[in-house]
């Protein structure tokens, strides 16, 4: 069977058994806090085993896109060394919310593995959990006595907590499991030793297939375990193993899931894989097949490699890609953006969305791999060089600032550096390099963790109605409450059963207002969505006791806001569609927000956006503006109807079965959309660009601002060009006169300049008639007077291209700030330990200051000038 034929065999299956096939979720988690990324089939249906909403059926089944890279459940050093960890996979999983349970879970998945796939039953074992007495849960007696009649008992393995108790996080649903594992071994090795003997022992052919996971508790905040108000069945089937074990491969990577990526490696690299000496091809190919499918899905979901967050996550399993083949296939020119259209075409009938935006994701990893590609080089000689001087040391740790000189001058991702010098016996100082980081301030701070209680439940609630579409006040009841601690202080979730609050999500903000109760009031300061529940903050003190003793609850929007933010969003569809037709049909949004003051979008898009283009998008709005078009509004309409009527989707986002369709005019502007908006297009009253640029590769932002917000920018615009013209005694040409004027100050900025120059090279002609001559460099250790900073710069620089081997430590006191610089030629800093940034950041306590720098050149400033006389005189003695 091909891996297509595997995939549509288990959804044939479970339809057969009742189950509702449903779509893939994006692989970016959105609105749940405890993931970065979709992790497992159940993230998406985290919410029906809590209680919080309603599947659309009490059976479902499907493939869930996942990716494990952060985290608890983190696979991404393994991905590559061995044969069947993956960041990116596939998760077939079949799912019962209050259906069946165990029996029919078992008894269907060993009909599918053996009467479906035909896998041999004499080389499969189960495991049942053993109990844990610390959690109180026993034995699954009730498993085992379903899987002995199946496999006999001498199949059937214990599993501690670790293996067969499965849970999604630190808290949440949770319970035992039952995992079918399958020995690929060949048959030589099967009379050698037991597979039973091997089972979680990470063989590479002995591997567990399928989880049975059985849904029965809650893991609470403070650990204990709650029961589920139903037990449900939660299962999880690595699609790549499975295909593994159907075409009877030794390696995920030998099936058609990878052949077709490593195919082309192949050829790209002049390798054959499997037929190397050198073992680190092998893992390379592996590596970087795997890698593509992370890269390309996240991109496809929304997800632009960035320094932050989950874009940086994206971003490292990039580098390790681009890493791997450059180390080890040979591959020095960008390569790996070759591989998406191969990806495209083989789950074109899948994941369809790849294939959709495969030229936008390609030209993304392009542009990743260029920039990468630009620092790796140099960087790697660098290590080299660190990693050869430990050894003559007799030590085998990377010291924790060179680590950091890595990371900040080279683009090395800490895990980059630590995972080469893991493969040349080598660890690094990592507290070292954490105590660099915080004293250099080159990242920022990572949000404070919040802390938050377990829910402290007040009524019995089927969800959260939402009535904010019609209505900006409620009458409400509080269902439940929380106390959460942040880096700001404490805060109050509160989830109320009906509410009018727009809780924040596709880019538009969460509402304000106010909940009146027991005559008080409290102030909710945003809405946020946590999975499918409406949660109102408030930064209220001591709110318990209001909020127990609540028998009614008014809860009211800040309607004056909601006002500004549904302008904003209105113009954000009329901007949207007048960029596709001004700018093309390819423009197609990669992230929106939209407040009460203004409105951001990004966007597909591979050049800047002219004056003149923007000029005319902003027309068209202006003009759809002054039509006054009627908001026409359709909700509840099934999700294939609204595509076929020409909705736009945004790629990335999860639409259930039905969707709401915000229209102004069908043939303009058509959009799936579950914000708020005007009634009808006049209300925006304005609309005005306020800026435009770049993101990243391939993505534009522009800013924009609507109604009184344009029209204080205009105001604010016509004020400064009065002060113009009165500063400039009310020209009648005001552009001629200040084109003069500029005219004139780069007339005498370029006399100056001359006269700087001139005299920089004389100090320049002196510096080199006074240069010390040593065997292997020459150095030149002067004060000079300069008239800016700047000039040490351009002195060291121009004294470069001069002067082969040089060593520049310059010293001035400029309006009595001392400043200093230092300049090692490239050569001498790859060849050796120098390193001009910790050489100047010594030489500057001699003038009471401090500084730094790459290992070429580095500065410092200080408050002492009279200490410049020592720093120079101690900077000779470093040479």
């Keep these: 069977m091909t891996s297509h034929q595997i995939r549509q065999a288990f959804l044939d299956f479970f339809r057969s058994k009742g189950h509702l096939i449903v779509p893939s979720a994006p692989l970016v988690a959105k609105n749940d806090p405890t993931l970065m990324f979709n992790n497992s089939g159940m993230a998406q249906f985290k919410d029906f085993f809590l209680g919080n909403g309603t599947p659309p059926s009490i059976r479902i089944a499907d493939t869930q896109k996942c990716l494990r890279v952060s985290g608890k ?12 960890h993956h960041t990116m996979f596939e998760m077939l999983g079949n799912w019962s919310f209050g259906d069946y349970f165990k029996k029919e879970a078992i008894t269907w998945a060993w009909e599918l593995l053996t009467e479906v796939y035909k896998l041999p039953k004499e080389r499969m074992y189960v495991s049942v959990f053993e109990g844990d007495s610390k959690d109180g849960v026993p034995f699954d007696q009730e498993a085992w006595d379903l ?14 907590k670790k293996d067969n108790f499965w849970e999604m996080g630190d808290t949440g649903p949770c319970g035992p499991c039952s995992e079918i594992h399958i020995d690929l071994r060949p048959e030589a090795d099967l009379a050698l030793v037991s597979g039973k003997s091997l089972v979680n022992n990470d063989h590479p052919q002995v591997v567990e297939i399928w989880n049975l996971v059985f849904m029965q508790f809650e893991r609470k905040a403070d650990s204990s375990l709650i029961p589920l108000p139903a037990t449900h069945v939660d299962t999880g089937m690595g699609f ?54 992370a890269v390309s899905f996240a991109i496809t979901d929304g997800q632009l490699p960035s320094n932050v967050k989950a874009g940086y996550v994206i971003r490292r399993i990039l580098r390790r890609a681009v890493r791997y083949g450059y180390s080890y296939l040979g591959l020095q020119e960008p390569f790996f953006h070759k591989l998406v259209p191969v990806l495209a075409d083989q789950f074109k009938d899948v994941f369809t969305e790849l294939k959709a935006q495969e030229e936008f994701v390609t030209r993304v990893i392009l542009e990743e791999e260029k920039s990468f590609l630009r620092t790796l080089e140099s960087g790697l000689k660098r290590l080299d060089v660190i990693i050869n ?23 090395f991702p800490v895990d980059l550096t630590a995972l080469i010098a893991r493969e040349k016996g080598f660890q690094i100082d990592e507290t070292g390099f954490q105590a660099a980081l915080q004293e250099q301030k080159k990242r920022s701070r990572q949000d ?22 019609d209505f900006e006040e409620t009458h409400s009841n509080v269902v439940k409450y929380r106390k959460v601690k942040t880096k700001a202080g404490e805060e109050y979730h509160i989830v109320l059963d009906r509410t009018p609050f727009y809780a924040e999500m596709g880019g538009q903000v969460g509402d304000t207002g106010v909940l009146e109760l027991n005559g008080r009031t409290i102030a909710i300061s945003d809405t946020k969505k946590e999975n499918d529940l409406f949660v109102h903050i408030s930064t209220d003190k001591n709110l318990d006791e209001a909020l127990q003793q609540a028998d009614h609850v008014v809860a009211k929007i800040d309607t004056q806001r909601r006002a500004k933010i549904k302008a904003n969003h209105t113009a954000t569809h009329l901007m949207l569609s007048s960029m596709r037709e001004v700018l093309g049909t390819h423009i197609g949004q990669k992230g929106s927000y939209l407040n009460d003051e203004v409105l951001r979008f990004d966007f597909s898009h ?40 020409g909705a736009t989707a945004t790629f990335g986002e999860k639409y259930g079965d039905f969707v709401r369709l915000i229209i102004f005019d069908p043939k303009f502007s058509f959009e799936l959309c579950g914000g708020t908006h005007v009634p009808s297009t006049g209300e925006i009253g304005l609309f005005k660009f306020t800026s435009e640029g770049s993101v990243s590769a391939g993505v534009r932002r522009v800013e924009a601002v609507t109604g009184e917000k344009a029209l204080e920018l205009m105001r604010q615009q016509e004020e400064t060009l009065t002060k113009l013209k009165e500063l400039l005694k009310s020209p009648t040409d005001l552009i001629k006169a200040v084109e003069n004027l500029v005219e004139e100050r780069n007339a005498l900025q370029k006399k100056i300049s001359a006269l700087e120059n001139e005299k920089l090279q ?21 004060k000079v007077n300069v008239p800016a900073a700047d000039s040490l710069k351009q002195l060291s620089y121009e004294l470069k291209d001069q002067v082969e081997n040089l060593i520049v430590v310059l010293g001035a006191d400029i309006a009595g700030k001392p400043q200093l610089s230092v300049f090692i030629a490239e050569n001498i800093v790859l060849e050796t330990e120098l390193n001009a940034g910790k050489i100047v950041k010594e030489l500057a306590k001699e003038i009471r200051g401090g500084g730094g720098g790459q290992p070429f050149f580095a500065t410092a400033g200080g408050s002492d000038a009279t200490g410049l006389e020592s720093a120079l005189a101690k900077a000779k003695e470093q040479f």
């Excluded at 006999?152 to 214990?158: N, Q, S």
């Design 389 to 411: 001087s430990q050894k003559d040391k007799g030590v085998n740790t990377i010291a924790g600032d060179e680590v950091f000189e890595l990371s900040d001058t080279f683009g």
């Design 147 to 160: 899987w002995k009649p199946i496999v006999g008992e001498d199949r059937i393995i214990l599993g501690n």
């Design 762 to 782: 004389d100090i320049k002609a002196g510096l080199i008639a006074g240069m010390e001559k040593h065997k292997t460099f020459n150095l030149i250790v002067e």
């Design 448 to 469: 404070a963790a919040k802390e938050a209680t377990d829910w402290i439940e007040l009524r019995e609630s089927e969800g959260v109605e939402f009535l904010g579409y």
């Design 606 to 645: 591979f050049s800047k956006v002219t004056d003149e283009e923007l000029k005319k998008i902003e027309d068209i709005v202006n003009a759809k503006i002054r039509e006054n078009i009627t908001l026409d509004e359709r909700r509840n309409v099934p999700i294939q109807q609204a595509l076929d009527l």
């Design 240 to 293: 790549e193993r499975l295909c593994m074990a159907v075409q009877s491969k030794m390696s995920n990577y030998d099936t058609d899931v990878f052949q077709n990526t490593i195919g082309v490696l192949e050829t790209l690299s002049g390798k054959v894989y499997g037929g190397n000496d050198e073992p680190f091809a092998d893992i390379a190919m592996r590596v970087i097949a795997d890698h593509i499918r």
């Design 73 to 84: 459940h983190n696979d991404l050093e393994d991905v590559g060394f061995d044969t069947y």
